[in-house]
C-alpha cells in the first residue's frame, strides 16, 4: 500500500511568487497535519484536519499561508508571496483513529525560495 | 494545553556509551506518549509508543507521571542510531499529535 505522497518533492520559486504543495494522504485516514522543518530545526506544527470539524490553523505563521484539504482526502498547502524565511521543508501527515494514533510522514516537499 | 519540551538540541555520545535522550510534557489528562525517528534522508517514522512498553532497536521508554518525562534511553548507543529524535503527545480523543522540538543524538565512534 502507499503512504503518504506529496508533491513536488523540490520546488525552487522566486521571491514573491505564489506555490502550492499537495498531499495524499493513506486511505481512510481521517486525521491530516502540515508541519515546516527549517534547516537545523525541529519540526513546526502549522495546521491539523481531522474529520469534518474545523481545522486547527493555529501553527500558519501567517496570513500567506493557507491550506485545504477536498473531500477528506487530498490537501494543499498555499503560501503567498513566498519569502526567503519560507524556504524549509513541508511535511505532510496522516493518520488513522485507532492504529495506535501513529502518524505517518511523507517524504517532505523542499521548497527553495530565491 | 498540551506542551512537548525536549531540552538538549544536540547529544553527542561516543559508540558503547549510554544514551538518555530527554521529554518531558505538560498536559492534564492521561496523554499517549511516543518517540519519532529521522535517520539521515529518510522520512520521520515511529520508534516507539508508551502504551506498548516495547523495546525497538535497543531502545526504551518508561512514563513517569509523577515527573512528566518520557525520557528515551539505551544501554550501549552504535553509530546507527545518529538521527533526529522526537517526542511528542497525544490528548484524549481527536486532539492532535505535538512534537518536541527535537533532539540530535550524535554517536562518535
Known amino acids: 500500500g502507499a503512504g503518504v505522497s506529496q508533491s513536488p518533492s523540490n520546488k525552487v520559486t522566486e521571491k514573491g511568487k505564489d506555490v502550492e504543495l499537495r498531499c495524499d494522504p493513506i486511505s481512510g485516514h481521517t486525521a491530516l497535519y502540515w508541519y515546516r522543518q527549517s534547516l537545523g530545526q525541529g519540526l513546526e506544527f502549522l495546521i491539523y484536519?481531522?474529520?469534518?470539524?474545523?481545522?486547527?490553523k493555529s501553527g500558519l505563521p501567517s496570513d500567506r499561508f493557507s491550506a485545504e484539504r477536498t473531500g477528506g482526502s487530498v490537501s494543499t498547502l498555499t503560501i503567498q508571496r513566498t519569502q526567503q524565511e519560507d524556504s524549509a521543508v513541508y511535511l505532510c501527515?496522516?493518520?488513522?483513529?485507532?492504529?495506535?494514533?501513529?502518524?505517518?510522514f511523507g517524504e517532505g516537499s523542499w521548497l527553495t525560495v530565491v | 494545553a498540551q506542551r512537548v519540551t525536549q531540552p538538549e538540541k544536540l547529544l553527542s555520545v561516543f559508540k558503547g556509551a549510554p544514551v538518555e535522550l530527554k521529554c518531558n510534557y505538560s498536559y492534564s489528562g492521561s496523554p499517549e506518549l511516543f518517540w519519532y525517528v529521522q535517520y539521515s534522508r529518510q522520512r520521520l517514522q515511529l520508534l516507539l509508543r508508551h502504551i506498548s512498553r516495547e523495546s525497538i532497536k535497543g531502545f526504551t521508554a518508561d512514563l513517569n507521571k509523577g515527573e512528566t518525562s518520557f525520557h528515551l534511553k539505551k544501554p550501549f548507543a552504535q553509530e546507527e542510531d545518529s538521527a533526529m529524535y522526537y517526542c511528542?503527545?497525544?490528548?484524549?480523543?481527536?486532539?492532535?499529535?505535538?512534537f518536541g522540538t527535537g533532539t540530535k543524538l550524535q554517536v562518535i565512534p
Open positions: 501527515a496522516s493518520r488513522a483513529m485507532g492504529d495506535g494514533n501513529t502518524i505517518y
Open positions: 511528542a503527545l497525544k490528548g484524549g480523543g481527536y486532539q492532535k499529535v505535538t
Open positions: 484536519f481531522q474529520g469534518n470539524s474545523a481545522p486547527d
